[in-house]
């Protein structure tokens, strides 16, 4: 992974989302984004995606969107994830969403593998150009997108960007996390997807 480009550390980034989050906000993290979303202290709207097919937290981001209008649903999703399922883009703003908040961050390196360069970084291409996930998000027709480096205008700029309107991409240039592993669950998976809907729908067993 180049080193020219400023990026922040991913515990930066997500305690300031974790800090700007309503408390009626839904929010999915998958891979180092989940490990790291963890120890900031769960709440009963959090969906750390642990285990998980990867790259499938977009679509279901979008399905509780689309299920809970009236709700912000923000998805914290991961370069390799995104590589893994790129159609979910155009799916979310086929459906537009304006209530869905899809942030990626960005490291170039499948971190919880071994820091491999994903096959969108420049070190993973053979032509040494990184694939510039900005401008596919305006291609696809995200109708407000965001692009950050820095953990103090990220921090600083949280708010209106979460309270834009959706769909929303946000592109953060996130460091890795040297020695990483993968994260543990917190639990059982279809527990947790049930005690999820009950609090999405209370009333409901």
């Given at each position: 992974m180049s080193d020219a480009k400023e990026r922040m550390p991913l515990h930066d980034a997500l305690l300031a989302l974790h800090t700007a989050r309503r408390e009626d906000d839904v929010?999915?993290?998958?891979?180092?984004?989940?490990?790291?979303?963890?120890?900031?202290?769960?709440?009963?709207l959090d969906l750390p995606l642990v285990p998980s097919s990867m790259g499938t937290a977009p679509a279901i981001g979008l399905g509780v969107a689309l299920a809970q209008p009236r709700r912000r649903v923000i998805v914290v999703n991961g370069d390799g994830a995104m590589l893994m399922h790129l159609g979910s883009m155009v799916t979310i703003t086929a459906a537009a969403p304006a209530n869905l908040v899809l942030i990626l961050a960005d490291?170039?390196?499948?971190?919880?593998?071994?820091?491999?360069?994903?096959?969108?970084?420049?070190?993973?291409r053979a032509d040494?150009?990184?694939?510039?996930?900005?401008?596919?998000?305006?291609?696809?027709?995200?109708?407000?997108?965001?692009?950050?480096?820095?953990?103090?205008?990220?921090?600083?700029?949280?708010?209106?960007?979460?309270?834009?309107?959706?769909?929303?991409?946000?592109?953060?240039?996130v460091s890795s996390v040297?020695?990483?592993?993968?994260?543990?669950?917190?639990?059982?998976?279809?527990?947790?997807?049930?005690?999820?809907?009950?609090?999405?729908?209370?009333?409901?067993?």
């Amino acid at each position: 992974m180049s080193d020219a480009k400023e990026r922040m550390p991913l515990h930066d980034a997500l305690l300031a989302l974790h800090t700007a989050r309503r408390e009626d906000d839904v929010v999915i993290t998958s891979m180092g984004a989940a490990r790291e979303w963890m120890t900031l202290g769960a709440q009963s709207l959090d969906l750390p995606l642990v285990p998980s097919s990867m790259g499938t937290a977009p679509a279901i981001g979008l399905g509780v969107a689309l299920a809970q209008p009236r709700r912000r649903v923000i998805v914290v999703n991961g370069d390799g994830a995104m590589l893994m399922h790129l159609g979910s883009m155009v799916t979310i703003t086929a459906a537009a969403p304006a209530n869905l908040v899809l942030i990626l961050a960005d490291n170039e390196v499948y971190e919880v593998t071994g820091a491999q360069p994903t096959p969108g970084s420049a070190a993973g291409r053979a032509d040494g150009a990184s694939l510039d996930f900005e401008a596919m998000a305006r291609a696809c027709g995200f109708r407000s997108v965001f692009h950050f480096s820095n953990a103090v205008q990220w921090a600083q700029q949280i708010e209106r960007v979460l309270s834009a309107t959706g769909p929303t991409f946000v592109l953060l240039d996130v460091s890795s996390v040297p020695g990483s592993v993968g994260p543990r669950s917190p639990g059982p998976a279809a527990a947790r997807a049930r005690e999820l809907r009950r609090n999405l729908t209370p009333g409901i067993a």
